[in-house]
């Protein structure tokens, strides 16, 4: 049972563009969510998180958005980057710390 | 400086036999975890444990064991190894439960 989901896959953007992915999930339980970072052979790098309290968190060209109403949550890569290039998981957790991951997208920045 | 270290990186072996893989961290952290990557790519969380005490223990089958002789480390050993346990094993550790976690670079392993 997917208690978070990313449906898309894969994400192609432009140098320069922003890049948005978008995360949903199901139980309302969860109070914290965050996103991760991963290259290929290496483990997933923490990027930015948010908590239930918040609607916004920002951190340099990541800004992460929470709509709880809809269950819904994504992130924004303002200006997008080729060290960008990444798969991203969306992730949430209640305060037992048992993390549920998205799926992941794939990002492909192209110059 | 590595703040979450995991050995070996990779682990080639045949059906049937028993394998540990090992977990450091030097960030000063209480609570650890195991997290399984299969061939989905999805990641899942087996066990975790908060100051040497298990405190999550997913449905795993019991020839999973984890074992934490101290904070600052969580070895996986896993006994009568099957093809289906091939994946990548990850670990990662946070300041506290309910708190961001940080992963290794996780172990490789391939069950022939």
């Known amino acids: 049972d997917q208690q978070v989901k990313q449906n898309s896959p894969s994400l192609s953007v432009q140098e320069g563009r922003i890049s948005i992915l978008n995360c949903d999930y199901t139980n309302s339980m969860f109070d914290y969510f965050l996103w991760y970072k991963k290259y290929p052979a290496e483990g997933p790098t923490f990027l930015i998180s948010i908590s239930s309290i918040k609607d916004k968190n920002e951190d340099g060209r990541f800004t992460v958005f929470l709509n709880k109403s809809a269950k819904h949550l994504s992130l924004h890569i303002v200006p997008s980057q080729p060290g960008d290039s990444a798969v991203y998981f969306c992730?949430?957790?209640?305060?037992?710390?048992?993390?549920?991951f998205g799926a992941g997208t794939q990002v492909v920045v192209t110059p | 400086d590595t703040a979450v270290s995991q050995t070996p990186k990779y682990l080639v072996t045949q059906m049937g036999n028993d394998k540990s893989i090992k977990c450091e961290q030097n960030l000063g952290h209480d609570t650890m975890y195991w997290y399984k990557q299969d061939s989905k790519k999805f990641l899942k969380i087996m066990f975790s444990y908060n100051n040497k005490e298990l405190i999550i223990n997913e449905t795993v089958p019991n020839r999973f064991s984890p074992k934490s002789p101290d904070k600052a480390h969580l070895n996986l050993h896993i006994n009568s190894l099957e093809l289906g346990d091939s994946a990548v094993y990850f670990c990662a550790s946070s300041r506290g439960r309910g708190e961001t976690q940080y992963f290794g670079p996780g172990t490789r392993l391939l069950v022939l």
């Open positions: 992730a949430a957790s209640s305060s037992w710390g048992k993390l549920q």
